[in-house]
């Protein structure tokens, strides 16, 4: 069974940073490109950014030069460094995982995670 | 950026009716296009993908069609577990997410 579960999520003020990781098992995690996905409160689905098997980043416009994706092939995580975050970084962040093997991320997102609740405030 | 327009927002339907949801890309996206159902609380759940393969497990009164720029969901026998809200993705270049369809009870 697949499992993604996020961690990490926590109040934060703005201009504060934040790591969120997500382990995940049930799959060849060094495989497949991982995920992270957002909601705003009451909103819809964002993609934020997404990492190859290999460890190659890529990043929404919105976040870019602000977060840092990374995974740990040695303990199936993936992480999101998330620097200078503002009151719209407000979200549930979605650890979720590639359905294709070898393409170029992000692809559809056939396993997520619960989420992990952000809140950026003062 | 491709833009994903999708409509309606909101659809009143009854169980038994055939539902239909419409995405539009800005630009081409070949079949680069997924659907995922979100229920309250929960995390969202794969449908849909390449515009029209349906993920394993998916009852097959889901269906949908479509390339290029216009797609379609389609739910026909609609069931008390399909009140949800539907969203379609691209993925042709970065990602972009519809802005949603609410289904309720009619």
């Known amino acids: 069974e697949v499992l993604l579960l996020e961690s990490g999520g926590a109040l934060v003020q703005p201009g504060g940073s934040l790591k969120l990781s997500c382990v995940a098992s049930?799959?060849?995690?060094?495989?497949?490109?991982m995920n992270w996905v957002r909601q705003a409160p009451g909103r819809g689905l964002e993609w934020v950014s997404a990492?190859?098997?290999?460890?190659?980043?890529y990043y929404a416009d919105s976040v870019k030069g602000r977060f840092t994706i990374s995974r740990d092939n040695s303990k199936n995580m993936v992480y999101l460094q998330m620097d200078s975050l503002r009151v719209e970084d407000t979200a549930l962040y979605y650890c979720?995982?590639?359905?294709?093997?070898?393409?170029?991320?992000?692809?559809?997102?056939?396993?997520w995670g619960q989420g992990t609740m952000v809140v950026v405030s003062s | 950026d491709i833009q994903m327009t999708q409509s309606p927002p909101n659809l009143s339907a009854s169980v038994g009716d055939r539902v239909t949801i419409t995405c539009r890309a800005s630009?081409?996206?070949?079949?680069?296009l997924s659907w995922y159902q979100q229920k309250p609380g929960k995390a969202p759940k794969l449908l849909i993908y390449?515009?029209?393969t349906l993920e394993s497990g998916v009852p097959s009164r889901f269906g949908g069609s479509g390339s290029g720029t216009e797609f379609t969901l389609t739910i026909n026998n609609l069931q008390p577990d399909d009140f949800a809200t539907y969203y379609c993705?691209?993925?042709?270049?970065?990602?972009?997410f519809g802005q949603g369809t609410k289904v309720e009870v009619k």
């Open positions: 979720a995982k590639d359905s294709t093997q070898g393409l170029v991320p992000p692809d559809a997102f056939d396993f």
């Open positions: 049930g799959f060849t995690f060094t495989n497949y490109a």
């Open positions: 990492t190859t098997s290999g460890g190659n980043p």
């Open positions: 630009q081409n996206i070949n079949n680069w």
């Open positions: 390449k515009s029209s």
């Open positions: 993705q691209q993925h042709s270049r970065s990602s972009t």
